[in-house]
Structures are given as structure tokens and as C-alpha cells.
């Protein structure tokens, strides 16, 4: 148990389509971290949230892409107008407590744009 | 952000041998942190290190910081099967984001 459920875990979409995932903590969580992993290597910052506060966007974040935290529990991630590029798997974190820097992964939603 | 690679990329070794996992910057890092990623999962934290020349063991998992604070190392002793997966490390950028390693994957033959 993470401590972080994403749904759905399997996503599969046609090219131009928009998806939505969510990120559910368990448990109350300031700091909440998505990240993207492609096939063979390590996953890759995306957004990061404080409470409701999206504090810091990467690069690989296009305009394509909107994450929010409505009320500082779950999060959701869209992404727009989807592509092949796209296809990876989407990962939420939380650290395990206020004072801790390490992640505590949920299980992820595996996207793949056909 | 502080940037690390890690070697080698792949390793195969018997059931029983060692294996170790080297993950270096050109910068000082101000901590490591190590995952495991077994096949189909997900990331699951291993360990910090944030002291120079930090030495931490789990069972039979060594996790080393060097003394100059820019590389680290991950060893196995007497590799199982549940071994198996990859092995990332990682360095904590302001913010508290993780930036990880390319990562090791590591396969144990019975």
C-alpha cells in the first residue's frame, strides 16, 4: 500500500483524444509530484502541487497538458489532443510525511495513444 | 537541477553472484535517493543518503554516498530471483522534485 491510488491503471486512446487521470492520496498530503516514465527510463518531473498551489511546471509539461488540485486532496492530469509521444506511463507521488523528501509512488496509469 | 547518470545500464548475473550499481554526477549532491522498480510496477523508495561517505545496509542491500559527495553506489550480495527490476537513483532538486537516473536492470538467472 503507497498510500496513492491512480486510476484507471490502463488507459488506452485513438490520437487526438483527451484523457484525464486522477491521483488519489489516502491519507492528507501538502506536496503532491506528477511524473512521466517512457519505456526504459527513469521517470521524468512533470508538476508538482502545494496544497491546491501548482508551484512548479517542467519543460515537458506543453500546453497540451493541465494538471489540477481543486481542493488540495486528489489531482487530476489532462492531457490534450493526445499523440503517440504521449504514450508512457503516468506517475503520481507524495511524500510519506511533511518533513520527508522521498516519494511514495502510486501504481500509475499505463497511456497508450494508437 | 543536479543531474546524475547511472551504470551500467543492464546487468545479468547467475543466482547467488553480486551486483552493483554505480550512479555519478559531475556536481556535489546534496543527497541520493535509491528505487526499486520491479517489471510492471511502480518506484518504491529504498533509501536516502545525505552524509558524506554515508555507508547504510539493508540486509543484504549496501548503499554507499561517497566522500566527495558526487557518486554513489548500490550492492547486492548473493542476488535472488526477487532481486529482479531496476534499480534508480535519484537527487532531491529544490522544491523536493526527483530527478532520477537513467537506471539499472537487473536480471538473475536461476
Known amino acids: 500500500d503507497t498510500g496513492v491510488s491512480q486510476n484507471p491503471r490502463h488507459k488506452i486512446t485513438k490520437r487526438g483524444q483527451n484523457v484525464t487521470f486522477r491521483c488519489d492520496p489516502i491519507s492528507e498530503h501538502n506536496r503532491l509530484y506528477w511524473y512521466r516514465q517512457t519505456l526504459g527510463q527513469g521517470p521524468e518531473f512533470l508538476t508538482y502541487f502545494q496544497n491546491e498551489a501548482q508551484l512548479e511546471k517542467s519543460r515537458l509539461l506543453s500546453d497540451r497538458f493541465s494538471a489540477e488540485r481543486p481542493k488540495g486532496s486528489f489531482s487530476t492530469l489532462e492531457i490534450q489532443r493526445t499523440e503517440q509521444g504521449d504514450s508512457a506511463m503516468y506517475l503520481c507521488?507524495?511524500?510519506?510525511?511533511?518533513?520527508?523528501?522521498?516519494?511514495?509512488f502510486g501504481q500509475g496509469t499505463r497511456l497508450t495513444v494508437v | 537541477g543536479q543531474q546524475v547518470m547511472q551504470i551500467p545500464q543492464y546487468q545479468h548475473v547467475q543466482e547467488g553472484e553480486d551486483f552493483t550499481t554505480y550512479c555519478n554526477s559531475s556536481t556535489t549532491l546534496s543527497n541520493i535517493q535509491w528505487y526499486k522498480q520491479r517489471p510492471g510496477g511502480h518506484p518504491v523508495f529504498l533509501i536516502q543518503l545525505v552524509k558524506s561517505g554515508e555507508v547504510k545496509k539493508q540486509k543484504r542491500l549496501t548503499f554507499q554516498f561517497g566522500e566527495a559527495k558526487k557518486n554513489s553506489s548500490l550492492h547486492i550480495t548473493a542476488t535472488q530471483t526477487t532481486d529482479v527490476g531496476t534499480y534508480f537513483c535519484a537527487v532531491n532538486n529544490a522544491g523536493n522534485m526527483l530527478t532520477f537516473g537513467g537506471g539499472t536492470r537487473l536480471m538473475v538467472k536461476p
Open positions: 507521488a507524495t511524500p510519506p510525511g511533511t518533513a520527508n523528501t522521498e516519494a511514495f
